[in-house]
């Protein structure tokens, strides 16, 4: 597992975090943690102490609700992100999106490239950024490389829903968040998107609130 820098200091910081129990503070959009890049998984956690940090990190998206969740949004800069979607949509939402479950997974050290060109835009939220959502324009398939809770190495595609997931935690972890490349002019309240924008796709959003979306896919 390498030589951990820092560990006693940084597992000391996480073992404080958890001592409470139950879902932990998620950390909102100003906060300078979620504007840095998280330093690789090496070790700085030892396994028990991991496998606790990554429960809590899944007790607390499903608290929020979510449907992924990032180690710097509860303040640890470290690139670990947990992912699970039950997708309780409607079928023509689940077509439309490509919102087919995705069953709980934990991403360590992750990285992602698109596969082929078609984009795919669709209003996203972040639980760092309560009550608000935009639109967002992502490649819709990309190949993940990761290792999972355990070290096994990880390289799959994945597409629909389940591939924006991957690419906004991932995103967290390079201290990116989704408003940096959302529509700016999309922006709804979470209100505003179920009153208005719940359609399948965001075209008559686009349409009524000036936004582009991407072209047919190519
Ligand atoms: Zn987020």
């Known amino acids: 597992m390498g030589t951990p820098r820092n560990s006693s200091s940084l597992a000391e910081r996480v073992e404080e975090l958890l001592a409470p129990g139950g ?5 909102e959009a100003g906060d300078p943690v979620l504007r840095r890049a998280a330093e690789p998984f090496d070790g700085q956690l ?31 800069g470290l690139r670990i992100a947990v992912i699970e979607d039950p997708a309780p949509v409607p079928e023509e939402v689940r077509v439309a999106r490509g919102r087919v479950p995705q069953p ?4 360590v050290n992750p ?46 595609v994945f597409s629909g829903w389940p591939a924006r997931i991957v690419q906004h935690e991932t995103d967290h972890l390079d201290g990116v968040l989704y408003l940096d490349r959302a529509e700016s002019r999309s922006l709804s309240s979470s209100r505003a998107v179920a009153e ?17 979306l991407p072209g047919p896919a190519a």
């Open 23 to 27: 879902p932990l503070p998620i950390a």
């Open 46 to 76: 030892p396994p028990a102490l991991l496998a606790r940090f990554v429960e809590a990190l899944r007790l607390t998206m499903h608290a929020a609700p979510g449907v992924g969740l990032a180690a710097p949004q509860v303040g640890v």
């Open 104 to 107: 709980f997974r934990v991403l």
């Open 111 to 156: 990285s992602y490239e698109p596969v082929g060109e078609a984009p795919a835009a669709f209003f996203e939220g972040c639980l760092s950024v309560p009550g608000w959502q935009a639109v967002v324009a992502r490649p819709a398939r990309v190949r993940l490389r990761a290792t999972d809770e355990h070290g096994l190495a990880v390289d799959e």
């Open 196 to 212: 208005l924008w719940a359609q399948p796709t965001p075209e008559r959003a686009a349409a009524a609130l000036g936004f582009e």
